[in-house]
Nanobody
Framework: QVQLMESGGGLVQAGGSLRLSCAAS????????MGWYRQYPGRQRELVAR???????TYSDSVKGRFTISRDNAKNTVYLQMNSLKPEDTAVYYC?????????????WGQGTQVTVSS
């Protein structure tokens, strides 16, 4: 079973930075893509950043220029560097790993890590 272990969340002042980590239980080469999503209370989970195995990165407009997704294949780890944080970035952040095919897609999720940005 694929497991994703997230860390790095916490409390930070507006304008500050955090670095989220997502350690996978297997090689990230085995996934079609890795990504980060966030969820506000009472709202649907939304894309923050996505890093396909062989494609270009995708960022939501709200974080473009501030957040950066990256990977360390040797450590089976994906990162989300978050700079210039805003109070509206406050949410639970989830790591995602995509596997399977178009006909049988499979997405694995981390447990979520809370990010709180104070004014």
């Amino acid at each position: 079973q694929v497991q994703l272990m997230e860390s790095g969340g916490g409390l930070v002042q507006a304008g500050g930075s955090l670095r989220l980590s997502c350690a996978a239980s297997e090689s990230i080469f085995s996934f079609n893509a890795m990504g980060w999503y966030r969820q506000y209370p009472g709202r649907q989970r939304e894309l923050v950043a996505r890093l396909p195995r062989g494609g270009s990165t995708t960022y939501s407009d709200s974080v473009k220029g501030r957040f950066t997704i990256s990977r360390d294949n040797a450590k089976n780890t994906v990162y989300l560097q978050m700079n210039s944080l805003k109070p509206e970035d406050t949410a639970v952040y989830y790591c995602a790993a995509e596997k399977g095919t178009d006909w049988v897609p499979r997405t694995y999720w981390g447990q979520g890590t809370q990010v709180t940005v104070s004014s």
